[in-house]
């Protein structure tokens, strides 16, 4: 026997405070990888909203429920569920979206995930591009189009399949080259992703962003961005895919190969070449290239970003001596509470790893000693709205160019610091990093020698990106006008960074620790860096 939830009345009533779904979708989304917080009680769930998407009551009737979930007393957290209650007797649901079985006047029917139902996918995309507003009962859903224009064949059925990431968004993807992005936690206020998009579209010349078709704003009170209709593009188009082959085939190239010591720092000075030529250079030579392309491609997105705006939270302002006290506050602040958590989850790891973060933890003021430029030397240069987590996956390649597709930033971060300004400087250490992750990743099973040469692929092509860009921003307001100010700052950003990843694959991915973790210990001189 199975478990069957009796509903009375209208369907509506049954996800009010004391209907019986309310509860169910609560435990649905604490069960979902893009939920935040601990498991919660009957009594901090409540449907804050329910917009129907489909008209009325009928067989199968479908909303885009938002869940508000309190964590405290002072904090709540909302999600974006989409949600269906089919009577009809083969509803074509797959069981796995099935929440829980139900009966209405002696007719049984199912509550399930509507983002599993191709005719919620199609709806919901018939919306957008109608522009239609659907109202619920406190807000409204305004569905946007025309931001760029798309061709959807019509009188013709649009395959569909869905996917979610790590980060909490799901993917609606159509066969015809786009897709609904729907954010699952969201936040009062317009989300970086659509704001940007929105921006360079509308008004600058960049045009290296994936094309914007139409967003889902959901607006009671406050506004919040519930979705974005875009571009989308094949998986294996990532530059982190292309970048990643490239590694392999060197490091495959170059194993025979007896490596020197691995550079050292986070990063090194931006203006002094490395005194060291690399083996096979003709297999090096396609990620150089690719390094220096998305160098150039980097300076013109920051310099979109930093020109002027009618909107006063996208203008550029200027690097005083107040933001530069307070970004070393913030860098040291954000320093030892990523080493007291990585404390925290030691135990995730064993054996030498589990040793290497001990030297981690206890080389804390060696750390903090290297922000002493920021605090100390005076900071020229420009503070603008930035990508927030450039990676080599957040950019395609397409036609030989490249293709931004993802504006929203850290997503473990608050909506309010995700739109903060900051030095453009901060995108590149980010890029900087998935160019270690990408080598190192391709080395972490081969042998030491091997993870030696893994470090001087990452150093060697990262500071041809580094070079390209800089080039490009010669005599920049948005940069530093010192090499020792760029340098500064580049180190303070990479390590930061790598810290923080270090924090990430700890609590999530503790197989790929070691990455990070080899990143850090080349900051502090330690060969072999790679953790066995």
């Given at each position: 026997t199975r478990d069957v939830v009796d509903l009375n009345g209208p369907l509506e009533g049954a996800f009010a405070s004391d209907g019986p779904l309310q509860g169910i979708l609560g435990g649905f989304v604490a069960s979902q990888s893009w939920y935040q917080g601990r498991p919660p009680r009957r009594s901090q769930i409540s449907v804050a909203d329910l917009i129907p998407i489909t008209p009325g009551e009928q067989d199968t009737?479908?909303?885009?429920?938002?869940?508000?979930?309190?964590?405290?007393?002072?904090s709540r957290d909302r999600y974006v569920v989409p949600i269906g209650i089919s009577f009809e007797p083969d509803p074509?649901?797959?069981?796995?979206?099935?929440?829980?079985?139900?009966?209405?006047?002696?007719?049984?029917?199912?509550?399930?995930?509507?983002?599993?139902?191709?005719?919620?996918?199609?709806?919901l995309l018939e919306n957008i591009l109608a522009g239609e507003t659907l109202l619920g009962r406190a807000g409204s859903l305004i569905c946007t189009a025309g931001i760029a224009t798309v061709e959807v064949p019509a009188d013709e059925p649009i395959e569909s399949t869905v996917s979610?990431?790590?980060l909490g968004e799901t993917?609606?993807?159509?066969?015809?080259?786009?897709?609904?992005?729907?954010?699952?936690?969201?936040?009062?206020?317009?989300?970086?992703?659509?704001?940007?998009?929105?921006?360079?579209?509308?008004?600058?010349a960049f045009d290296d962003i994936a094309d914007t078709y139409g967003a889902l704003e959901y607006q009671s009170g406050d506004t919040y961005t519930l979705g974005v209709l875009q571009q989308s593009f094949a998986e294996d188009s990532t530059a982190w895919n292309v970048l990643s082959g490239y590694a392999r085939n060197w490091l495959?190239?170059?194993?025979?190969?007896?490596?020197?010591?691995?550079?050292?720092?986070?990063?090194?000075?931006?203006?002094?070449?490395?005194?060291?030529?690399?083996?096979?250079?003709?297999?090096?030579?396609?990620?150089?290239e690719l390094a220096m392309r998305l160098g150039k491609t980097t300076a013109a997105l920051h310099q979109a970003l930093g020109s002027f705006s009618e909107d006063p939270d996208l203008n550029p302002e200027p690097f005083t001596q107040h933001y530069q006290q307070s970004l070393y506050q913030s860098l040291r602040a954000g320093i030892r509470q990523e080493l007291r958590a990585i404390g925290r989850l030691r135990h995730r790891t064993e054996g030498p790893v589990a040793a290497a973060l001990d030297e981690l933890i206890r080389a804390e003021q060696s750390y903090l000693l290297r922000l002493g430029a920021i605090r100390r030397d005076k900071i020229k240069g420009s503070r603008i709205r930035l990508h927030g987590d450039y990676r080599l996956d957040q950019v395609h390649i397409v036609d030989d160019g490249f293709i931004i597709a993802d504006f929203s930033g850290d997503h473990s971060r608050p909506l309010a610091q995700r739109r903060l300004r900051g030095s453009p400087l901060r995108d590149i250490a980010q890029m900087l990093r998935t160019f270690d992750y990408d080598a190192l990743a391709a080395a972490r099973e081969l042998l030491a020698d091997d993870q030696r040469w893994a470090a001087w692929w990452s150093r060697v092509v990262g500071l041809a990106l580094v070079e390209s860009y800089l080039a490009e921003l010669e005599d920049s307001p948005l940069l530093?006008?010192?090499?020792?100010?760029?340098?500064?700052l580049l180190d303070a950003f990479v390590m930061s960074r790598a810290l923080r990843e270090l924090h990430w694959e700890l609590l999530t991915r503790p197989d790929l620790v070691r990455v990070p973790l080899a990143g850090l210990r080349r900051m502090l001189g330690y060969d072999p860096s790679f953790i066995d």
């Open positions: 009737t479908m909303w885009l429920a938002l869940l508000s979930i309190d964590t405290n007393a002072n074509a649901i797959d069981p796995s979206a099935v929440l829980a079985h139900v009966r209405r006047d002696s007719t049984d029917g199912i509550l399930f995930d509507a983002v599993h139902s191709p005719q919620f996918r199609a709806m979610t990431n790590s993917y609606i993807n159509f066969e015809h080259r786009f897709a609904i992005k729907l954010f699952r936690r969201v936040e009062p206020g317009v989300n970086p992703d659509l704001e940007l998009r929105r921006f360079l579209t509308e008004r600058t495959d190239a170059t194993r025979d190969e007896a490596a020197p010591g691995e550079p050292e720092g986070a990063f090194g000075s931006v203006d002094q070449p490395l005194n060291i030529a690399l083996p096979n250079a003709h297999l090096l030579d396609p990620a150089l530093p006008d010192s090499v020792e100010a760029i340098d500064d």
